[in-house]
């Protein structure tokens, strides 16, 4: 299996790489225009490539799970933001090179009837991707609601890279060539095929596949457990640990979805699914009011989150909400009667906030289940591990061969970072621990 998905991930990376390489190529490539100094040529290259990763950003959203599987989606969605600020710098290192060299291309003429059409696109295009980074980066010090965000985030990327494209027609200079005004149509082409799969062909199969709320629980820490049936159709198989996109209020062609994971045993009968989500705010403030017979949509199962590697035995550790994928985990192998031993390390700040406490204390009659609860709050008179989760509470309850357990990391990033740093010291490989980083924005 590692090898199959290794052998994929190059096969990908290859194919990202020449869809980023191809306008460079074709520079080169047919007939070339007058030579210009290396400072205006190393721009313009700078540019191409910049506005070709930005294009791709449609396919690295648009869920392809033959695409994402290897990695898993939470590890696309940080690669996407992580590129998103490479492809920017690119496309606005270009006309910065231009000014700095003293190009006439960036001379301001005489009068703004002057200026030609191709250079108010790239005023356009550099304008929307900054406004673009500006409110991905700070979009919760600037208090921007996630759906009106998600929705400009969406309409910025249009128009920076469509106004990118028209600049570069406007301008002309390389693309006199057919060979090359054939690659461009291509990959424009391909770009609003993207956008329409994303946004058009996907919906009108989720459209014929809805889901019906069948019970709405309350869980104890401000949280809320929706139960899923398929509504007239046989529903999915997910794998423990995975999780899928829910739109709730309103169709499929809604811009906004909202990423849960899966909470119930990848054995449910009859398509039955559940999603355990808590009070965040946004959106999450809002799922308590959802009333049964509701009509969902569910796009999925993604993620490579998920058991299934040959190990003597799983470490499940979790902070807060991260508890969702390690619940289905768990309740999954209790369905299959996997006696595997098991230890979940379950961080929170009080008591009474451990969401699933009592069902997992329940489960542990089925399961060869070890559990330690760890508080940051602990109330009067607690005997157990409080603070972070740490090397040394590793040494003190798991067994020595610490390099031959599978773990499994789900929780606030900075807790997910110590848990890493911590296993690094205790020298266990990397392949052998999982992180789900939830937070895609």
């Not at 210009?36 to 190393?42: A, D, K, L, V, W």
């Not at 309350?218 to 457990?225: K, S």
């Not at 009659?365 to 008179?381: C, K």
Request: glycine residues 8%.
């Amino acid at each position: 299996m590692q090898s199959r998905d290794l052998a994929r991930k190059i096969i990908w990376s290859a194919i990202y790489l020449l869809f980023i390489l191809a306008p460079l190529f074709a520079l080169l490539a047919g007939t070339l225009p007058p030579a210009r100094n290396f400072g205006t040529e190393f721009s313009v290259a700078l540019g191409y490539s910049g506005l070709a990763m930005m294009g791709l950003q449609f396919g690295l959203t648009a869920r392809f799970r033959h695409v994402t599987e290897p990695w898993g989606e939470d590890v696309i969605y940080h690669f996407h933001r992580r590129v998103s600020l490479l492809a920017v710098s690119l496309v606005v290192a270009h006309p910065l090179i231009l000014f700095a060299i003293r190009s006439d291309k960036v001379a301001m003429p005489d009068s703004l009837r002057e200026v030609p059409w191709g250079a108010w696109f790239a005023f356009l295009s550099i304008g929307s991707v900054i406004v673009l980074v500006i409110t991905a980066l700070w979009r919760k010090q600037l208090k921007i609601p996630y759906e009106l965000w998600h929705l400009s985030h969406i309409g910025l990327a249009l128009v920076a890279i469509f106004g990118g494209v028209l600049h570069m027609i406007g301008w002309g200079f390389y693309l006199t060539d057919p060979l090359k005004r054939t690659l461009w149509i291509c990959m424009t082409a391909f770009w609003i095929a993207l956008l329409l799969y994303v946004r058009l062909f996907k919906p009108i199969f989720m459209l014929r596949r809805p889901y019906r709320i069948a019970e709405v629980r309350a869980e104890r820490g401000d949280t809320t457990t929706l139960v899923m049936q398929p509504d007239g159709h046989a529903g999915f198989r997910f794998k423990p640990g995975q999780f899928g996109w829910l739109n709730v209020w309103g169709s499929p062609f809604r811009i906004t979805g909202h990423p849960f994971s899966f909470s119930s045993s990848a054995e449910a009968e009859n398509g039955r699914v559940e999603m355990t989500i808590r009070n965040l705010g946004d959106f999450t403030s809002k799922v308590k009011l959802i009333e049964a017979g509701q009509r969902v949509y569910l796009d999925g199962p993604y993620g490579a989150f998920t058991i299934g590697h040959p190990t003597d035995m799983h470490v499940l550790i979790a902070g807060g909400i991260g508890i969702t994928p390690m619940m289905s985990m768990i309740r999954t192998l209790a369905d299959r009667g996997d006696q595997r031993p098991l230890v979940l390390l379950y961080g929170g700040k009080t008591w009474d906030s451990l969401t699933f406490r009592e069902e997992l204390d329940a489960l542990k009659t089925r399961l060869d289940l070890r559990i330690i609860y760890v508080l940051s709050a602990p109330p009067e008179g607690w005997s157990g591990e409080t603070g972070r989760i740490d090397a040394a509470m590793f040494r003190r309850h798991l067994p020595p061969a610490f390099a031959e357990h599978e773990y499994f990391i789900c929780g606030p990033d900075p807790m997910m970072d110590a848990i890493e740093t911590a296993l690094g010291e205790m020298k266990v490989p990397r392949m052998r621990y999982h992180s789900e980083r939830y937070s895609f924005v």
